[in-house]
């Protein structure tokens, strides 16, 4: 019998009040001899960690091209704890964590005790676990272009909400991700899994395939060699040429559709926003009940969320004349810099 599968949530969770508990000294003290260690004994120990997670777990930082030095392995390790906290997980013990991440439990103990001094990561009324600092809500508002854009969309979303009566997002891509950073809901419609900072896989998403189609083909073909196109639902593309044949269609009318391909009985589109510079840096979407868009709704709702994304554009200082001669100047710039090579 696995003794570990019927330890009762209590043991965990008094295991995560102990070290909770630990006197801040001895955490420090702890930390100061980890820091002093010699990069080969930092190495051993991701090793042995490594060893733990079994051969069926290989480690991320393994999986992304080569070991680690202890030291980059260590913000390796604080990036994914961070990354492991979710929506529906917005609290975690030091037990819960280390089985997610892979890693020793005085190994997260130690993150937590550093994260914690920087404000990243604040313990929680529940003794024993840690949520998100609010320091990482102060970093996240200085990143400009995030800043720029929710500043200069909200006018335009509101009103693409308001003329279509639909759920409206805005994304960016992350990898063959497409990250929400913006978003409007109506009660009328579905009730969406478009939250703040969720993901979605691109290639299955109106605002994904805007995004993709308007990446430079180098780039998106580095993308999409990098892992196989999976199948949300029975209609998701996942065929690559079918894909190229959907994104070429995106880049010659402007917008793109999904239809049932992220979620059975949901339907969605998109159209992206450029920047100054003419760069597309995300997509506005709408989304709503498959049965409701038609397609003389989809051409209403297509012009209408065209309009947004131009709005959005030109708050962001985007002149197609403008733009298109800056982008022919920075390729000429490049090119000259090639042959020079």
Not at 1 to 24: F, H, I, L, Q, Y
Not at 73 to 92: K, Y
Not at 163 to 186: C, F, K, N, P, Y
Not at 213 to 230: F, T
């Amino acid at each position: 019998m696995n003794v570990t599968a019927v330890k009762p949530e209590g043991a965990d969770r008094a295991a995560d009040e102990a070290e909770a508990a630990a006197p801040e000294g001895a955490e420090r003290a702890a930390d100061e001899t980890e820091a002093a260690a010699p990069e080969g004994a930092e190495r051993a120990a991701d090793e042995t960690e490594a060893a733990a997670r079994g051969p069926g777990r290989p480690a991320q930082d393994d999986a992304r091209g080569g070991a680690m030095s202890g030291s980059i392995a260590a913000v390796h390790h604080a990036a994914r704890l961070l990354a492991a906290f979710a929506p529906a997980d917005r609290e975690l013990g030091v037990t819960e964590l280390a089985r997610r991440l892979g890693l020793a439990k005085s190994t997260v103990h130690r993150l937590l005790t550093t994260l914690t001094r920087e404000g990243l990561v604040e313990r929680a009324t529940d003794r024993g676990h840690y949520r998100l600092g609010l320091r990482l809500y102060e970093l996240g508002a200085r990143v400009p272009s995030r800043a720029d854009l929710h500043l200069v969309a909200v006018g335009a979303v509101d009103e693409l909400l308001s003329r279509t009566g639909e759920s409206v997002h805005i994304a960016v891509l992350d990898g063959l991700d497409i990250v929400v950073v913006e978003r409007r809901e109506t009660l009328a419609t579905l009730r969406l899994a478009n939250r703040l900072g969720c993901r979605h896989p691109a290639h299955a998403t109106s605002a994904g395939k805007v995004l993709l189609a308007y990446l430079p083909l180098a780039e998106r073909s580095a993308l999409l060699d990098r892992q196989a196109l999976v199948a949300a639902t029975p209609y998701t593309i996942t065929d690559r040429a079918r894909l190229e044949e959907e994104l070429a269609k995106v880049r010659s009318r402007g917008w793109a559709e999904s239809a049932r391909e992220h979620q059975i009985g949901l339907a969605s589109l998109a159209a992206p926003i450029r920047d100054a510079r003419g760069r597309v840096v995300a997509a506005v979407g709408i989304a709503g009940p498959a049965a409701q868009f038609g397609r003389e709704v989809v051409h209403r709702f297509a012009v209408e969320t065209a309009r947004a994304a131009e709005a959005i554009s030109a708050g962001l200082g985007y002149r197609a004349g403008e733009a298109a001669l800056r982008l022919a100047r920075e390729d000429d710039a490049a090119s000259g810099r090639r042959t020079a090579s």
